[in-house]
Structures are given as structure tokens and as C-alpha cells.
């Protein structure tokens, strides 16, 4: 006995077994760490200036700060020697037994990976991309979501190395048993909360989200969603039930009962064709056929982009015998799809995913901000702390602006070109309509904070109307900016009855829409 117990103490002692596996902790560390590395290096950053034909000087240096820091992370664990590895050891025994500190740690930790995200969503370093083996899967999930991900995966690995460092094998178990009922209590927690998130205080938004991308949105291969077939008034609960509607849809998802054969009119586009908040008989493109006395296919979608619009044409309506196809633009087709163009996997996950189950959304809203973030701004909310001195962007600004850089330039032509020859192989006469947002309706001056941006690519929404309207009549097409014709219609009619409350046509301002469409139609002999 004497000689076990001696043998057994020694084994306690001895600094070989802890330091051994202090190192390998150690090194499992530095392999997490090569995650986000492996993020940062697959991504350009979208500069005018680059280093090595990928990253701006800034860029480079904040990638190669990383890596340098990580080698000489790498050289200290192998280079540290007993004395060393027994204080960073006593540090953490000292920290697992002050629980208060471990706390304010995680919660620094947390706040700043929220931070990280935020600043690399601003700086736009995740706004281009290059093709890498890495790239597709950052695609599909997210690159910020994964980055948070395996930042997240190391402070969790972090919390491992706490609570197993300096501790006997038996106490190893222990404290292993308990941490795994703690995650299981968190879980099962998590479950509960959700379910109270989503199902109570966030209902609104939660039912709002599901019914439109989960219930009515239907996956499709080419075109990412369409919604369900051969639907008859469904109710679509939206916009905290203020602007629910009832919607039918054809044997092909698309708005109304009309099919696409036959319909010398069809027109295209996102919410706006699609009627977003307003009844079937409410949407222009019922005004447009009561007018002219032809049937209209509407195949409007909301969410949909430019190169959805497209491949929309391509496979409908070049077969369809549409004499007239009308393709309706707003503000939000001026940007730069390039990142979303062709990956529909990334469109499904952005526009889908979160609004699956309660646990799925609960989980989205509380990994877009921190915590401590989303309980300040309820408790602003609620009239608890003082207001904000710096007050948000008015609200249309985000349809007045659109990025217009060169590459976007150049991509817009793309998309034009493209629509001008789906229309040729078609036959039929191609009209790209532009249509205001409520602040180039009812704004004498574009306000100085719309034109404002950290880069400097935002121009107005009349700049980038003209912009499409002068590339298409060079090239022979027909292009109508409503901008002009709809502001006169607007002189005796206030916002509040061209416009719903989150931006989108009233019913009203669909009938406007409709009977200059209709006109233009007329007063080009677009029709046999």
C-alpha cells in the first residue's frame, strides 16, 4: 500500500503528465485557430489597391498580424518551459475559482466576436470573393455565420481548457459529468425559450416570416423558390397582421389565376409586381389587363433579383407567345448581385432558413446581435434608458441610394444585355420599367445622410434610373422612367395613400401604376 500510494503521488507531482497535456490542449487551441484563418485568406477584398492581386494594404496586414501571431503562439507552447507552463496553470486554477472574473470574461469574449463580425460586415471585406475550395461552403452558410462559428467553437474549447486544467484524473471525470449536464440543462433551456421567443414575444415577425418563406415559398432548383401551385385566397399573414392579404396563384406558383400561355402581356419583377400586402384584384397588373382588355401574367416574385428575373424570362416566357414583357426595376435591382447570382444555395439560406421552426429564428435573431446589444436596445425600446443621441437613417434612404461602382456598372450592362437577347430568341417587345421609391416621390432634395457611405459608392436612385434608361436606348430597347409621370399623379395625393407603412404600393398607388403601364402599352402599339 505504501508503495501505491507513494507511486500515485509521485504521479501527481511529477510536471511531465499535467505539462503533456497542457501542451496538447494547447495545440488543439492553435488548430481552432486555423479556422477563421482559412476565412479571412479565401476572401478578397474587394479594393480598387491590392497586395498580390487579392487584398488592400490593410487587408493584408490585419491577415498577416494573424498568421504572425498564430506561428509565434504555435512557437511558445513548444518553447515554454516548466515554470512557465506551471504559472500559466496556477492562472487558470485561480480563474476557475473566481467565477465572477471567468463571467466577465465570456462576456467580453462574446461582445467581441460581435464586434469582429460587424466591423468586417462594414469594412465590406466579405462583400467580393475569389474561388476557393473554402468559398463554396462560406457561400452556402454565411461567411460571417461561419466565422462566428469557429469562433465560437474556440471560446467553447477555451471553457474545456479551463475546466480540465490542473486536475486529477478522477476530478477530470467529475467535472467533465457535471459540464455535460449543464450543456444538456442549457439545451433543453434553449428549447424552451425558443419556443417562448418565437411563439409569444417575437410572434409578429416570426408568423409573418414563416408563412411567406417556409408555408408559401416552395424550393426550385434554377429559380431558388416559387411559390405553392394552384393556390386559392390564402391567407398570408404580414407585417404584424396590418397588411395581410389573400393571394391565388397558378399552376405554376405564379401571382393569379391566369396561365402564362396565351396572355399577350406578362410582366416581371420582385415585391412590387408581386403585390406584396395588396388582394388579387388590388395588384397593377389586374389594371393593366382591365385596361388594355387582355389577360397579364404576373410573375412576380418577392426577393427576387435581376438574374432571377432572367432566367424567369429564359424558361417562361420565350415559350409562352407573350407579345409584350414588361420587367418592373426599383432601387434594390441597382445593387451588386454578383455574390448572390447563380448561388442558389446561399439565397435559400439567407431568405429561408431562419423562419423554418421557432428554434431555427430564435437562434438567428440572437447570433445577428449580442445579447448585451439586443437587451440595451429592448430596454431602449421601452422607454427604460435615455434615447439615442445618434438617430438612424430615415427610412428611404435605402430605397433613394444604390451602389453604382464600375463593376456594378458593368453588371447592370450584363443584366440588360442579357434581357434584350432572352427577348429576341423570345419575340416579343421588351420594356424595362423604372419604378421610385417613396422618397424620389415625395423628396424636392435627396437628404445629405442618403448620399453618404464609409466608401463612397452611394449615388441617388434618379442618377441610377437614368443610368439603365440611357445604356437601353442605345442599344435600340424601350425603357420607361415612371419617376416623372408618377410624381405628378402624386402632387394631390399624400405618401400615406400611394404607400404602405414599410415602403411597399398601396392599392392606390398599384391603380396608378397600372393605368400609366397601360397607357405607355397603348401609345407605342406594342400590342397586334
Not at 40 to 47: K, P
Not at 106 to 119: D, K, M, N, P, V
Not at 243 to 268: D, K, M, Q, W, Y
Request: aromatic share 12%; proline share 4%.
Amino acid at each position: 500500500m505504501e508503495i501505491s500510494n507513494t507511486v500515485g503521488l509521485q504521479l501527481k507531482s511529477s510536471p511531465s503528465f499535467p505539462h503533456q497535456l497542457f501542451r496538447t490542449l494547447l495545440l488543439g487551441l492553435a488548430l481552432l485557430f486555423i479556422g477563421p484563418f482559412a476565412i479571412l485568406v479565401s476572401r478578397s477584398s474587394g479594393s480598387e489597391r491590392i497586395a498580390l492581386g487579392l487584398w488592400s494594404p490593410g487587408y493584408f496586414a490585419v491577415i498577416a498580424t494573424y498568421a504572425g501571431c498564430w506561428l509565434g503562439y504555435v512557437i511558445l507552447i513548444f518553447a515554454a518551459t516548466p515554470a512557465q507552463l506551471d504559472f500559466a496553470i496556477n492562472r487558470i486554477i485561480w480563474l476557475r475559482r473566481h467565477p465572477l472574473f471567468l463571467v466577465i470574461l465570456a462576456i467580453l469574449y462574446e461582445e467581441g466576436l460581435f464586434y469582429i463580425r460587424t466591423r468586417l460586415v462594414e469594412s465590406g471585406y466579405i462583400a467580393s470573393n475569389k474561388p476557393t475550395l473554402f468559398l463554396d461552403f462560406a457561400l452556402v452558410y454565411g461567411l460571417s455565420t461561419v466565422l462566428m462559428d469557429f469562433l465560437t467553437l474556440i471560446g467553447l474549447f477555451i471553457g474545456l481548457v479551463i475546466v480540465l486544467t490542473g486536475r486529477t484524473r478522477e476530478n477530470t471525470l467529475i467535472a467533465l459529468r457535471r459540464t455535460g449536464i449543464a450543456l444538456l440543462a442549457c439545451f433543453i433551456g434553449f428549447i424552451l425559450a425558443a419556443l417562448f421567443y418565437a411563439m409569444v414575444i417575437d410572434y409578429d415577425e416570426y408568423r409573418s416570416g414563416h408563412d411567406q418563406w417556409t408555408v408559401l415559398a416552395q424550393p426550385d432548383d434554377d429559380l431558388v423558390y416559387r411559390h405553392r401551385a394552384n393556390l386559392r385566397n390564402f391567407y398570408l399573414y404580414f407585417d404584424h397582421g396590418l397588411g395581410s392579404f389573400t393571394l391565388s396563384t397558378n399552376s405554376l406558383g405564379f401571382r393569379g389565376t391566369h396561365e402564362i400561355t396565351n396572355t399577350p402581356v406578362a410582366v416581371i419583377g420582385d415585391s412590387t409586381v408581386f403585390g406584396l400586402e395588396v388582394n388579387d384584384n388590388e395588384v397593377w397588373s389586374e389594371t393593366v389587363s382591365s385596361d388594355l382588355g387582355v389577360s397579364v401574367t404576373n410573375y412576380g416574385m418577392p426577393g427576387y433579383y435581376w438574374w432571377q428575373y432572367n432566367r424567369v424570362a429564359e424558361r417562361y416566357a420565350t415559350v409562352a407567345g407573350h407579345q409584350v414583357v414588361m420587367y418592373a426595376l426599383n432601387g434594390t435591382d441597382m445593387t451588386n448581385d454578383a455574390s448572390f447570382s447563380g448561388n442558389t444555395d446561399l439565397i435559400r439560406y439567407w431568405q429561408t432558413w431562419q423562419y423554418k421552426t421557432p428554434f431555427h429564428y430564435t437562434l438567428n435573431r440572437f447570433t445577428e446581435l449580442s445579447p448585451l446589444t439586443r437587451l440595451l436596445t429592448g430596454l431602449q425600446r421601452q422607454g427604460l434608458l435615455l434615447p439615442s443621441v445618434q438617430q438612424p437613417k430615415p427610412f428611404h434612404c435605402l430605397f433613394l441610394t444604390a451602389p453604382l461602382e464600375n463593376k456594378d456598372q458593368r453588371l447592370i450592362k450584363q443584366h440588360i444585355d442579357q434581357s434584350i437577347e432572352i427577348a429576341e430568341r423570345g419575340g416579343y417587345h421588351l420594356v424595362l420599367v423604372t419604378i421610385p421609391g417613396r422618397a424620389s416621390m415625395y423628396s424636392s432634395d435627396t437628404p445629405s445622410e442618403c448620399m453618404k457611405d464609409t466608401r463612397g459608392k452611394l449615388v441617388s436612385e434618379p442618377a441610377a434610373y437614368d443610368f439603365v434608361c440611357s445604356y437601353v436606348r442605345a442599344q435600340g430597347g424601350l425603357c420607361y422612367d415612371m419617376t416623372n409621370d408618377l410624381r405628378d399623379a402624386s402632387q394631390h395625393i399624400a405618401a400615406t395613400d400611394f404607400f404602405l407603412p414599410d415602403g411597399h404600393w398601396s392599392p392606390q398607388g398599384h391603380a396608378i401604376i397600372g393605368h400609366l403601364l397601360a397607357a405607355y402599352i397603348q401609345n407605342h402599339h406594342l400590342l397586334n
